[in-house]
């Protein structure tokens, strides 16, 4: 399995890419006008009250020191204290992490099921009326916002017929299962268009495929030709547009945490960044690009075991 | 030798929807198939001949075409109304197929034992073991060193021979009665198309199996069948046994077929072709002087291969790919050099660098005495309007956005080669010259035939009066006919203009026909030069002489 030695080293080149991440953020957070301690004690507070505060956070360093104290501390296991919260940084963000991974993994579920089932029952009755009634909901599914979807499907399901709570994030999994359908649902008709689309045009470019000619001069019916042949070879460039779709669904809960009002990382990022909370913003954004760098590994994992003919 | 009919083809139709109505693609098609016998099937591209193959086992597309008529009789019952599930039966059980490409024919995500053991397991009902330990055999019997270990290999491991093998052990895993084969040597090495041929014909000697051999190549088709039948724009034009039809043909345009030839026509003379002139039969221009003005020395082109983070890091030394390994030639002002070898022999690549499309890793290339500059550091001159190339093929080689007035003034200005007034004028004479009606000036490349995009291709390198035409493939694309249509132009155009030409083929036929000396590479090395009439008569090397037994019969008769 020569072709799977990536991932041994593939995580040390994850190394480069999150120090830039550090210095872009920190710099960043730094140039947005206002100021954190400002911010904590309002605006009457006396000045040597708020220079003792700066003090205290290291607010009065040079912004080099700053960043290599965050380095350092880093290092250590540790991001720093909140600024607003008044508690360690990784304790916020893994009090906020739980509900934003489940409501992603949750999301991703139904997407992957709903693109794969809508886009198997499109191409295989290419140009008929089901591959029309999927092509409608993609462009509906495109053309709805999120926060609109969101609303629609509390007033229906939770206010209407009671079958779904309005907000929260529930207990228990059975509880954040039953809280959560609704808010990854909204995200799974977002996503699902697109890869759907996708899926759809490469399983038709690959029923054209030689291979299937051949399979099917074999005496294979058209049903296994397809689930054996026509599919395997047709997830590459769907699970790629997958990763790229999740990278960008990491950053983007925000809206869809602000509807169900989920205690979330997206909304622990906006409220972070209103608050100048300068070492939280930081945290966040660094388990973001976490995220991202880890998604963009584990679909090349999925790639290299689905496609033999990939050698990274 | 050959028994009762085992397959009848009675009227077959066959009609493809065009947009606006069916087009009958294949019409009132009619033979048999004989038990034992190897039948040929023989035409150009369009002339329906793959199609009538797909539709022995109704292996064409739904709703975009239909059998309109006809029956196909196998064992008693008429393919063309049986019912789906009758049908998969037969397809694999009965009739085991092979196509063309085997690199496209097989998935590039299932290993080939997986995909030989599905048709065991689905027809003879085989557990997975079973179906395992036969196609271990089945490798095995088609050549297959290694079947035990290979029978895990994914196609991308094999090289092309083999896969094509694997792709001929899985027709022929469920011992069918018929094989239809389908240009199965077409995207093959000469020399892996002969072996091909020779493990078709061992295997359908020993099995008792009936061949229908789809081919475009006249000379396999003489070589490999017993009967034969000429296709032509959706109908059979002649049948018969191969002999008779390739000695006495009937119809013109077998007749054509049979003129197109290389190997038939004598060397150096024209292609009697119905609407070329058939003037002088001896045109050879003899080399004008002896003095060298092309000079390659020592040449060497290196491809580096891919690193690893690691092997970047650590500066561990990785040998390159060595595609071009020191090779010396020269040639004459005016002679004709036939390059010959196979696919990854480095003949594209020297050729590449002649014209300046890849920088060498060392050796020098002079032309008419000046040097082309050092690898690396090579500069515009003269020598790129002296030096032109055409490609192999002629579509992908053209702009797809230019009509062929655009494509053929574009080097004229580039070059500044006449004022503006006179571009006009100037391109409608080269299309005259290589044979182009003036009314095809404003079409795109998709308007045109293959043929017709060559000759732009020619007519694009002709445009700045070159001294010096680098042909690599010109004609590996185009149908037999075109190809003699090709290779006559080329003929008079090297009269006409007095060129040099390096001519690159995998075809040894063609080159003997249009050059002089033959140069022939393999693994990147010269290995045997001479005369055509030396290499022909008297090679000298071991791998010249395999690439000359590969050369189907016909093409070697008289």
């Given at each position: 399995m020569g072709r799977f030695k990536f991932v041994l080293y593939r995580p040390l080149q994850t190394i480069p890419v999150l120090i830039g991440v550090s210095i872009i953020t920190f710099v960043l957070v730094r140039s947005i006008p206002g100021d954190p301690v400002r911010v904590l004690l309002g605006p009457r507070a006396k000045p040597s009250i708020i220079a003792a505060v700066r003090e205290q956070y290291g607010l009065d360093e040079p912004l080099v020191v700053q960043y290599f104290y965050f380095i350092y501390n880093l290092l250590h296991g540790e991001m720093g204290r909140s600024i607003i919260y008044r508690v360690p940084v990784l304790d916020v963000i893994a009090e906020r992490l739980v509900p934003t991974l489940f409501l992603l993994s949750y999301a991703l579920l139904l997407t992957v099921a709903l693109a794969l089932a809508l886009a198997i029952v499109a191409a295989r009755n290419q140009r008929r009326l089901p591959d029309h009634l999927v092509r409608m909901f993609c462009t509906a599914g495109l053309g709805l916002p999120a926060f609109w979807l969101g609303i629609v499907l509390i007033m229906v399901?939770?206010?209407?017929?009671?079958?779904?709570?309005?907000?929260g994030y529930g207990d228990g999994f059975w509880g954040h299962l039953h809280h959560l359908f609704l808010p990854a649902l909204t995200i799974a008709v977002a996503l699902a268009p697109v890869l759907t689309r996708n899926l759809r045009a490469t399983l038709i470019d690959q029923m054209e495929a030689g291979y299937v000619q051949t399979a099917r001069a074999r005496g294979m019916s058209e049903r296994a030709l397809f689930y054996r042949h026509v599919l395997p070879n047709s997830l590459v460039p769907t699970v790629n547009l997958l990763g790229v779709a999740f990278s960008w669904l990491i950053g983007g809960t925000v809206v869809v945490e602000t509807v169900f009002s989920i205690p979330g990382m997206g909304q622990l990022m906006v409220s972070s960044i209103f608050s100048r909370d300068y070492l939280l913003v930081q945290g966040v954004t660094l388990v973001f690009a976490l995220g991202i760098i880890l998604t963009n590994f584990i679909v090349d994992v999925v790639n290299v075991a689905l496609d033999p003919r990939i050698d990274p | 030798m050959t028994g009762e009919p085992i397959l009848s083809v009675r009227d077959l139709t066959v009609q493809f929807d065009s947009g606006d109505g069916w087009r009958s693609v294949v019409e009132d098609v009619s033979f048999t198939l004989n038990k034992g016998e190897v039948l040929g099937i023989v035409g150009e591209s369009g002339s329906g001949k793959t199609v009538t193959s797909r539709a022995l086992i109704r292996l064409l597309p739904d709703?975009?075409?239909?059998?309109a008529g006809g029956c196909v009789d196998f064992e008693g019952r008429d393919v063309i109304a049986m019912s789906e599930s009758a049908l998969e039966d037969i397809r694999g059980g009965k009739i085991g197929m092979i196509f063309q490409n085997p690199t496209t024919h097989l998935d590039p995500v299932m290993r080939i034992g997986q995909q030989i053991a599905a048709g065991l397991m689905l027809h003879?009902?085989?557990r997975s073991r079973a179906a395992r330990a036969r196609t271990i055999e089945l490798l095995d019997e088609v050549g297959f060193r290694d079947p035990e270990r290979q029978v895990d290999a994914f196609p991308h491991e094999l090289s092309g021979g083999m896969r094509q093998r694997a792709m001929i052990a899985g027709a022929l895993s469920c011992n069918p009665s018929i094989l239809i084969a389908d240009e199965p040597t077409t995207a093959l090495d000469v020399t892996v198309q002969a072996q091909i041929i020779e493990l078709l014909r061992t295997l359908g000697r020993q099995r008792g199996l009936s061949i229908i051999f789809i081919s475009h190549d006249l000379g396999l088709v003489a070589d490999f069948c017993q009967r034969m039948v000429v296709m032509e724009r959706g109908r059979i034009v002649e049948a018969g046994a191969v002999d008779d039809v390739i000695a006495r043909p009937q119809h013109p345009y077998t007749i054509r077929l049979l003129h197109s030839q290389p190997g038939l026509t004598a060397p150096g003379s024209y292609f009697d072709?119905?609407?070329e002139t058939k003037s002088?039969?001896?045109?050879?221009?003899?080399?004008?002087?002896?003095?060298?003005y092309l000079a390659i020395d020592r040449l060497a082109v290196a491809f580096s291969r891919k690193r690893s983070l690691g092997e970047i890091l650590t500066r561990k030394p990785v040998r390159d790919l060595a595609a071009v390994d020191g090779v010396s030639l020269n040639l004459t002002r005016g002679e004709a050099l036939g390059l010959v070898g196979e696919s990854g022999s480095g003949k594209s690549t020297l050729a590449r660098s002649v014209v300046g499309l890849v920088t060498p890793k060392s050796g020098e290339i002079q032309l008419d005495g000046k040097s082309l500059g050092k690898p690396g550091e090579r500069q515009r001159g003269p020598w790129h309007r002296q030096i032109q190339m055409i490609f192999q093929d002629p579509v992908s080689s053209l702009n797809p956005k230019m009509t062929v007035g655009e494509t053929l003034a574009e080097p004229l200005s580039v070059h500044r080669l006449c004022p503006p007034a006179d571009v006009k004028d100037r391109v409608l004479g080269l299309m005259t010259e290589v044979g182009l009606e003036h009314d095809l000036l404003n079409r795109k490349p998709h308007q045109l035939s293959g043929g017709q995009c060559q000759r732009v291709g020619i007519a694009r390198a002709l445009s700045v009066e070159p001294e010096f035409l680098i042909a690599d493939?010109?004609?590996?694309?185009?149908?037999v006919t075109i190809q003699a249509q090709i290779i006559n132009l080329l003929m008079r155009l090297r009269e006409s203009r007095g060129l040099t030409m390096l001519f690159i083929s995998h075809d040894l036929t063609v080159v003997r026909h249009l050059c002089q000396r033959i140069a022939v590479m393999q693994h990147g090395r010269l290995v045997e030069t001479g005369s055509a009439e030396e290499i022909f008569d008297n090679p000298r090397q071991d791998y010249t002489r395999k690439l000359l037994a590969a050369i189907p019969r016909v093409a070697r008769a008289r």
């Open positions: 399901f939770s206010v209407g017929l009671g079958w779904f709570p309005v907000s | 709703r975009v075409s239909r059998i003879l009902g085989l072709l119905d609407g002088r039969n001896e045109t050879r221009p003899a080399p004008q002087g002896d003095a060298t493939e010109p004609t590996s694309a185009l149908d």
